[in-house]
């Protein structure tokens, strides 16, 4: 099994800030790397793919980048909607076979 | 709009059989390029891949609980299913249906139900 391991746990930043999380598998998956944004009692929204490709309809301030073993994304200029809980999600296989996520950074106000 | 609806108890007791169905709306199950796939998250804690389906009844589960699931799928009727046996207090969580979408402009769970909280409990 491939375990993702997100940094920080937690990470506060001001309104208006900018927040780095990262993402490390324990193995390569190539680019085959989505984060998803979950806020409380919601289900997950789909942000990137790709590990760098923004689905439909997410703002510009969020991106991803890297590679192989180490991810990031990064949220440019905080808006009061993005506190909240960010995961990582390796899709390595295909067809679909053990399949993980990593266990969220929660992204709260400072 | 896609919308996607679970159902099913809210309560199992422990080494039952948990059950529940997504339902589908505003689209196609049968479409090519889309899995549908079971995940669930405990309490407080990040997600897990259940399994995911193709339309054709082609199955794919997580190693971890392969033993004790089922997901199989119903065109006619837009649903499919997950059965998940032996269930303990591990077991309890909220489970959501979501689509893969595989390919194309997206590659990603892109439409997710609201999710449905399961606990096992005697």
């Known amino acids: 099994e491939i375990v993702m391991t997100q940094s920080p746990a937690t990470l506060s930043v001001s309104p208006g800030g900018r927040a780095t999380l990262s993402c490390r598998a324990s193995q390569s998956v190539s680019s085959s790397l989505a984060w998803y944004q979950q806020k409380p009692g919601q289900a997950p929204r789909l942000l990137i793919f790709g590990a760098s490709t923004r689905a439909t309809g997410i703002p510009a301030r969020f991106s991803g980048s890297g590679s192989g073993t180490e991810f990031t994304l990064t949220i440019s200029s905080l808006q009061s909607e993005d506190f909240a809980v960010y995961y990582c999600?390796?899709?390595?296989?295909?067809?679909?076979?053990?399949?993980?996520f990593g266990q969220g950074t929660k992204v709260e106000i400072k | 709009q896609l919308q996607l609806q679970e159902s099913g108890p809210g309560l199992v007791k422990p080494s039952e059989t948990l059950s529940l169905t997504c339902t589908v709306s505003g689209g196609s199950i049968s479409s090519s390029g889309y899995y549908w796939a079971w995940i669930r998250q405990p309490p407080g804690k990040g997600l897990e891949w259940i399994g995911s389906i193709f339309y054709s009844g082609s199955t794919y589960y997580n190693p971890s609980l392969k033993s004790r699931v089922i997901i199989s799928v119903a065109t006619s009727k837009r649903q499919f299913s997950l059965r998940l046996s032996s269930v303990t207090a591990a077991d309890t969580a909220t489970y959501y249906c979501a689509r893969w979408a595989e390919g194309g402009t997206t590659m990603g769970f892109d439409y997710w139900g609201k999710g449905t909280l399961v606990t096992v409990s005697s």
């Open positions: 999600h390796q899709y390595n296989n295909w067809p679909p076979g053990a399949w993980t």
